[in-house]
């Protein structure tokens, strides 16, 4: 058949940095150092318990975040005229073509203990806060690296709704709060769903934020994995069954959420 | 019947500078089934708009039961809209479809206390109005389908009950049967028609099929250019068009030039016709139309013209004729056959002949020398149904 011949090069992608890694990784989780099967790397895990809450906390609330920043940014973005809604999504987008490093360093400088938010507040004569090498500031770098990616499903799914459909809802006696209720908002939902995987996947497993704003006291599941990996703790197998579980806990997520929205075609990006 | 429901006072609108409606007075009564018809781009939406409440003319007024309501935004109108493409919900079922406006529905009931107050409709009215609605459109049984699983055919019958169960006093039709096959549209038709006989509500459709508009409507709007071109009942609108737009628009015409010598005497071709029309000043020149189904074909002696026949084509209950007079080609619709080639003799009726008076459109409508050349080019070739709508499409009106 030709049309398999030309997707073997997808395949053979798909193979080598897909599959490949994670029949690697499950390898590595129930193996010792010494290539013997164990079970080990699991049962250690319960005392990591907290970094998982922690992780999967802190996602949450970026998400939420992201949900209500990014819901009602591209609602009104879709009803502005065209050239105005070119021009946002470019600001949006603005962000993403700089470095992601460079972007958590320069947060850094703006929340630090004597950055640029506080020496203003000082010279304002207000209280200085600690935000840095909290939670907050985590929070914070998660939903200022992450809202592009709610706002775009979002826009993209409420720019596409039919005009005519709020003009039927309308013509049967809709106003306009139950116009949203009842059209816009359940038809964007896909947009919604989509949203909050593209946001909720990377928060979860990020360590370069928690590490750059969270100081130690925050270490995520990234960090934790990044420490086995290249850190002081070298232990390779232990981080492989951790990122197992991670990846086990979000495609369960990620599940219960699709059948949450079912019936929404093309509802989320896995 | 005769009670006027709404009013169009001098309307106008423009989008841009462009303008799309100019001076439009229109009257609608009550229980009337009215379509607005004309080519793409004829105003006819627009004008349907604005009674919709999507649209706010530029200046004019509309006036609903005596009120003016160009403010009023649609949703507190008493008017349901059938949509182009239906628009219907794809989230909701058909049964959620169908009960959309009455569950935003309130009406004033008197508690207790014989206070009125509003309140929304119970889940039993929702109930029993939604299934028999379901039961009109003969989709019972349906109401847990999703739409989107639905064909066109009922798919529209969805936007019809869900329209209709609001209990509006007039439905609003953009070109509902355009997305319908030849057959169901027909059917739609007449199912259009008995319930719109049947529930008692006034319907406005828009269409660019004349066919359609000819066989539905109680009165015909015929619109071009922003501007209304007639009013009247279909037959009135076929038989008496008022000008070249009209004629050429409604049915097939053959339109030529003439000269009014006095009341029921026209000169065509520079030969005198006996005619039935009058009111013409002496010598008025005029705009003739001669429908091709009142041309009747006899040998050359007895006929008042003669004329080459350049084309036959074969449409199942006649043939339709292309005939060469000095150069200018005529249509005629006969049941005889006539090779290419013959010359014929031709005799016109008194009542064959339609006399209007000269207006803009004069000169532009009438002439079947593109329709024939079409033909030419497909003359050799076997008879093709396609060539229907070539007929149609050399008249200038793509949808």
């Known amino acids: ?270 | 019947m005769s009670k006027e429901l709404i009013r169009l006072r001098n309307c106008s609108m423009a989008f841009d500078d462009e303008i799309v409606l100019n001076d439009i007075n229109l009257y609608f009564n009550d229980q009337e089934f009215l379509t607005l018809l004309g080519p793409s781009g004829c105003g006819k939406t627009t004008t349907l708009r604005i009674i919709g409440g999507f649209l706010s003319p530029t200046s004019g007024d509309v006036i609903f039961d005596g009120v003016r309501i160009n403010h009023i935004p649609p949703h507190k109108r008493k008017v349901n809209t059938i949509f182009q493409k239906y628009a219907l919900f794809p989230h909701l079922n058909v049964y959620d479809n169908i009960a959309f406006g009455l569950r935003l529905a309130k009406t004033e009931i008197k508690d207790t206390n014989g206070r009125i107050r509003k309140a929304g409709l119970s889940k039993k009215e929702i109930d029993s109005r939604v299934m028999e609605m379901l039961e009109v459109v003969s989709l019972r049984g349906f109401e847990n389908r999703s739409v989107t699983a639905l064909s066109g055919g009922q798919q529209q019958r969805v936007a019809i009950a869900r329209a209709l169960v609001n209990r509006p006093k007039v439905l609003l039709l953009d070109e509902p049967l355009g997305a319908l096959d030849m057959r169901l549209r027909k059917d739609m038709q007449n199912e259009l028609k008995r319930i719109q006989q049947a529930m008692g509500i006034t319907f406005i459709y828009v269409t660019h099929d004349q066919e359609e508009a000819l066989a539905m409507s109680d009165t015909v709007v015929v619109m071009n250019e922003g501007r209304i071109q007639q009013i009247g009942t279909p037959e009135d609108i076929y038989n008496e068009p008022k000008n070249a737009f009209v004629a050429d628009f409604i049915g097939e015409s053959n339109i030529v030039d003439g000269i009014m010598h006095e009341d029921g005497i026209v000169e065509i071709f520079g030969r005198k016709f006996k005619c039935l029309d009058s009111g013409f000043a002496p010598m008025e020149p005029v705009d003739v139309v001669i429908r091709p189904e009142d041309v009747d074909i006899v040998s050359i002696k007895e006929g008042m013209l003669a004329g080459t026949v350049t084309n036959i084509t074969f449409k199942g209950v006649h043939y339709d004729i292309i005939i060469d007079f000095k150069g200018f080609k005529w249509l005629i619709q006969t049941t005889d056959f006539c090779p290419v080639g013959s010359v014929i003799g031709i005799k016109i009726d008194p009542d064959g002949f339609h006399v209007m008076k000269k207006s803009q459109y004069s000169g532009m409508y009438g002439d079947y020398s593109s329709y024939s050349a079409e033909y030419d080019e497909i003359g050799d070739a076997e008879f093709d149904p396609e060539s229907e709508n070539a007929a149609t499409e050399v008249d200038g009106y793509e949808n």
């Not at chain 1, 502005?80 to 809604?85: D, M």
């Not at chain 1, 709610?150 to 309308?170: C, F, G, H, N």
């Not at chain 1, 934020?209 to 086995?228: A, N, R, T, V």
Request: glycine content about 6%; proline content about 6%; charged content about 10%.
């Open chain 1, 1 to 270: 058949m030709k049309i398999k011949a030309l997707s073997a090069p997808y395949i053979l992608w798909m193979a080598l940095f897909v599959a490949a890694p994670i029949v690697l990784i499950t390898v590595y989780a129930f193996t010792t150092s010494s290539g013997e099967f164990t079970l080990n790397n699991f049962s250690r895990m319960g005392s990591y318990l907290p970094v998982f809450g922690r992780s999967f906390l802190l996602a949450l609330i970026a998400t939420v975040i992201c949900l209500l920043l990014g819901y009602p940014l591209s609602y009104i973005l879709s009803r502005e005229s065209p050239r105005f809604q070119q021009i946002a999504l470019m600001l949006i987008m603005l962000p993403m073509w700089m470095n992601y490093l460079l972007r958590t360093y320069a947060w850094l400088s703006i929340l630090e203990n004597t950055g640029l938010l506080n020496r203003l507040l000082s010279a304002l004569h207000l209280p200085t806060l600690n935000i840095i090498n909290t939670p907050s500031a985590v929070v914070l770098g998660m939903v200022y690296n992450f809202l592009p990616f709610m706002v775009l499903p979002i826009y993209s799914v409420i720019t596409k709704i039919d005009r005519s459909l709020i003009e039927a809802a309308q013509d049967l006696g809709a106003p306009p709060a139950n116009v949203f209720r009842r059209v816009i908002f359940p038809l964007s939902l896909p947009g919604v769903l989509s949203g909050i995987t593209m946001v909720f996947v990377p928060a979860v497993s990020t360590f370069v934020i928690s590490q750059l704003l969270g100081g130690s006291k925050s270490m995520l599941l990234g960090d934790l994995i990044e420490m086995q990996f290249l850190g002081t703790a070298y232990n390779p197998h232990l981080g492989s069954a951790i990122a197992l579980v991670m990846m086990i806990i979000v495609l369960v997520c990620m599940l219960v959420m699709n059948r949450f929205g079912q019936g929404e075609e093309q509802a989320v990006i896995l």
